[in-house]
C-alpha cells in the first residue's frame, strides 16, 4: 500500500523555522517525484516545491524561494521541506504528493500527483 506520512508541523513565532518530514512506504522513494503543497483556510491547495527522483531538479514556487529549501534521502526514504524565516502568510496544512512521472511539472498542481499525505499544520504566529 503506497503511503506517505509528514510530520514537523507546529506553532512557530514569526522569523523562525521549521523542518517538515514525508515518510514514504510501501513504493521505493528512487522512482518518484516528490512536491510539497499547502493549503492555507478558505484558500485553494498551491504547490510550494518539488523535487525529481534523484533530486537534481528542484522547483519552488515564487513566494518561498529563497525561503523553503526541499530535498531528499532515498535510503531513509523521505523527503524534507526546511522552512526558514517563516511569516504569518505561511500558515496552513502542508502535504507531501508523489507521482511516477520523470520530472517536476512547470507547476505542480494537485491533478499532476497520485499519492497524497494526510497534512501537517504549520501556524506561524506570535
Known amino acids: 500500500q503506497l503511503q506517505l506520512v509528514e510530520s514537523g508541523g507546529g506553532l512557530v513565532q514569526p522569523g523562525g523555522s521549521l523542518r517538515l518530514s514525508c515518510v514514504v512506504s510501501?513504493?521505493?522513494?528512487?522512482?518518484?517525484?516528490i512536491g510539497w503543497f499547502r493549503q492555507a483556510p478558505g484558500k485553494e491547495r498551491e504547490g510550494v516545491s518539488c523535487?525529481?527522483?534523484?533530486?537534481?531538479?528542484?522547483k519552488y514556487t515564487d513566494s518561498v524561494k529563497g525561503q523553503f529549501t526541499i530535498s531528499r534521502d532515498n535510503a531513509k526514504n523521505t523527503v524534507y521541506l526546511q522552512m526558514n524565516s517563516l511569516k504569518p502568510e505561511d500558515t496552513a496544512v502542508y502535504y507531501c504528493?508523489?507521482?511516477?512521472?520523470?520530472?517536476?511539472?512547470?507547476?505542480?498542481?494537485?491533478?499532476?500527483?497520485?499519492?497524497w499525505g494526510q497534512g501537517t499544520l504549520v501556524t506561524v504566529s506570535s
Open positions: 510501501g513504493f521505493n522513494l528512487d522512482n518518484y517525484v
Open positions: 523535487i525529481t527522483r534523484s533530486g537534481g531538479i528542484i
Open positions: 504528493a508523489a507521482d511516477s512521472r520523470l520530472l517536476c511539472p512547470a507547476q505542480s498542481r494537485t491533478a499532476d500527483f497520485e499519492v
